[in-house]
């Protein structure tokens, strides 16, 4: 225990390394949203209206940063491609070093980067928008939750495929759809039956609930319902990636 932890924090500063270096990224995830809910938030704000009474920018602003987080940590698996083709993961697997471990440091680093980012981010959106910190609780379980599905997804897809362009294609082809049967852009309970049921059976729509509900105090399912499942879902995606990652390399070795 004491080694899989110890290799799971030098993995994790090695990770929290690449992303504090990689300026670009910040500034890229920083100015899309905040343009994203400006032009389109403010453009259908007076158009929209929400059976929650809440203005549709902020909504777009709740489900926008969750959005964020789930595309963010599907780069899990993408920098699992640029390690292997580096050399790095090869280095790290012949290493005396847990395979476990590889995953968790990439899993807590990018948690930690999703939560510096959203608070980053309604620090910024709270000066036009309706967004606060009304749950933290709820904020970082949702982050956590969001962020850990879709590392596992990330990884899944990074241990099987071997080209960066195969991954981002079948990675958006995967994730697209859960963002958009999810309540990001819209209510839930405006949708017609059967994509109601669709958004109730898509894991991210929890994650967005509790997040808005963590950012704006409105819901449209009950927290507890949301907080149990980004909990249970969490741990079982944390599983299940590293017994992907684990299997994709044996198989691959």
């Known amino acids: 225990m004491t080694t899989l932890i110890s ?3 030098a993995i994790l500063r090695r990770e929290a390394i690449r992303y504090r270096r990689d300026r670009a990224y910040w500034v890229g995830q920083v100015v899309f949203p905040l343009a994203f809910v400006g032009f389109m938030g403010f ?3 007076d158009v929209v209206k929400l059976p929650s009474g809440t203005d549709y920018a902020g909504h777009l602003a709740s489900g926008l940063l969750a959005l964020l987080v789930g595309s963010g940590a599907v780069g899990g698996g993408f920098s699992l491609i640029e390690d292997r083709q580096t050399g790095f993961l090869r280095a790290l697997l012949i290493a005396p070093v847990a395979r476990a471990s590889i995953v ?9 980067v999703s939560l510096l980012l959203v608070l980053l981010l309604v620090a910024c959106m709270s000066t036009f928008t309706e967004l606060r910190i009304v749950s933290l609780p709820a904020l970082v379980t949702a982050i956590a939750g969001v ?3 879709f590392v596992a997804i990330g990884i899944a897809l990074g241990s099987r495929l071997r080209r960066l362009e195969s991954f981002r294609t079948i990675a958006a082809l995967v994730t697209v759809p859960l963002y958009l049967f999810s309540g990001i852009f819209y209510p839930i309970e405006t949708l017609p039956a059967g994509m109601r049921a669709l958004a ?3 894991p991210l729509t929890y994650g967005v609930e509790l997040m808005r509900f963590g950012l704006l105090g409105v819901n449209e399912i009950p927290v507890a319902t949301c907080a149990a499942m980004m909990g249970g879902l969490g741990l079982l995606a944390a599983l299940f990636a590293v ?6 390399e044996r198989a691959g070795a």
């Not at 440091?105 to 948690?111: E, S, Y």
């Open 7 to 9: 290799d799971t924090l």
């Open 43 to 45: 453009g259908l704000n």
């Open 104 to 112: 968790l440091g990439k899993l807590v680093a990018r948690i930690s």
């Open 147 to 149: 962020t850990t599905v």
């Open 200 to 202: 109730y059976a898509n």
């Open 243 to 248: 017994w992907i990652f684990d299997r994709g």
